[in-house]
């Protein structure tokens, strides 16, 4: 019950679009990060069937240039974004097929899945991607890709769509040419700076983004069966994250990626941290419990840890490594002096695993 004089009171503030903090605390500040992404994951049996329909369906034009399924997770009000400020898609090229040149603000990278002369050419710089291969796109630059083979080029994209939007920063433009003159040699970035360690002597250090277009697998796993000689956390086992080799940095200002092998037998702590991120199994089966509920997941799936949520990982194999691509908007957090992390301190650093997650009782509870 109000009194008559607050009504009016909070009536006047309303129809001069104005609200009084006492009635909205909570709501504006809650006392911990109250996340409306949710975790979630999308079944590679899925994800891979529509993108086969949809190869089989859809054809790639201007206008409709990217043959890209966009992840829209459940919380996000129809939103196609999988977190609140990551975009993630699963995208397919036929054989054969051009994606078109253009550029954008937005910020991408790119995880190869399956195909054979599979290429993306970034500002010139045309570069071959095979399976486990990363790639980066820096904003503002001209790409495209596409499948010189006779099968599809499958993989995943990261791009930070939802935080551009936000921030009202979305700039977009198509190229006058389908395909962008090679002016570089072939795969040229990886000869440059492919080592890391060493970099051309005349040229300056590159620090806005990584000179390295592609990360190659073969680098990728020797650098996680080598740390696997020497360390682990904890928390997500043999885990290497991608950096720019001219500053140590994460490849890109709104987006890091991670590959991780969680070795047989396995089972991490659980931490939390203020970020979000995107996984995608890229090899092996396992789960990971996020928020007391468990994800069984398998190689392709891709599935979701929002902000704050604790989680860990598991493989109970006992022969066969798992590995875990992703994406995550933790830069953006640490630049803001935002980021924050924690280890679950109770029952020896592991939840209680409530529930295995159900997609249709996760939405009916909602
Ligand atoms: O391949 O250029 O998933 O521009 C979303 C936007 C992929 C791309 C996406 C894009 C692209
Ligand atoms: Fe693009």
Redesign the pocket.
């Known amino acids: 019950m109000i009194e008559p004089e607050f009504e009016r009171l909070y009536e006047d503030m309303g129809r001069n679009h104005i609200q009084p903090l006492w009635r909205a605390e909570s709501s504006v500040m809650p006392s911990e990060p109250a996340p409306k992404t949710i975790p979630w994951i999308w079944k590679w049996s899925q994800l891979s069937s529509l993108a086969r329909r949809s190869g089989e369906l859809v054809t790639l034009s201007r206008g409709g240039d990217?043959r890209?399924l966009?992840l829209a997770n459940p919380g996000l009000g129809g939103f196609p974004y999988a977190t609140a400020t990551l975009?993630a898609?699963v995208?397919w090229l036929n054989g054969g097929e051009v994606?078109p040149a253009?550029r954008?603000s937005?910020q991408?990278v790119r995880f190869m899945i399956d195909g054979e002369g599979a290429y993306s050419t970034v500002q010139g710089d045309k570069v071959y991607l095979e399976r486990g291969d990363f790639a980066i796109?820096p904003p503002w630059h001209w790409?495209d890709?596409g499948s010189e083979g006779d099968g599809p080029a499958i993989w995943m994209?990261g791009?930070d769509?939802p935080l551009n939007n936000y921030l009202d920063a979305v700039f977009f433009e198509q190229g006058t040419k389908d395909v962008q003159e090679v002016t570089r040699v072939v795969d040229g970035s990886v000869l440059k700076y492919g080592l890391g360690q060493l970099r051309p002597a005349w040229e300056a250090p590159c620090q806005e983004y990584s000179p390295l277009c592609t990360y190659k697998w073969t680098a990728t796993e020797q650098a996680l069966n080598n740390l696997a000689k020497v360390s682990a956390s904890p928390f997500d086992d043999v885990a290497i994250e991608f950096t720019n080799p001219h500053t140590g940095r994460p490849v890109m200002n709104t987006m890091t990626a991670w590959v991780q092998m969680l070795r047989p037998g396995i089972h991490t702590k659980a931490h939390r941290q203020v970020n979000s991120a995107v996984y995608h199994v890229f090899e092996g089966r396992g789960a990971t419990i996020i928020a007391g509920v468990r994800f069984d997941w398998e190689q392709g799936d891709i599935f979701v840890i929002p902000s704050w949520a604790y989680h860990e990982h598991v493989n109970a194999s006992k022969s066969e490594r798992a590995i875990l691509f992703s994406i995550q908007d933790t830069p953006v957090l640490v630049a803001l002096g935002k980021y924050r992390e924690e280890a679950l301190a109770t029952n020896g650093g592991h939840q209680e695993t409530k529930e295995v997650f159900d997609a249709e009782r996760t939405l009916a509870h909602r």
Do not use: K
Request: glycine share 6%.
């Open positions: 990217r890209a966009g975009w898609a995208q994606a253009h954008h937005a991408a796109n790409h890709h994209d791009l769509v």
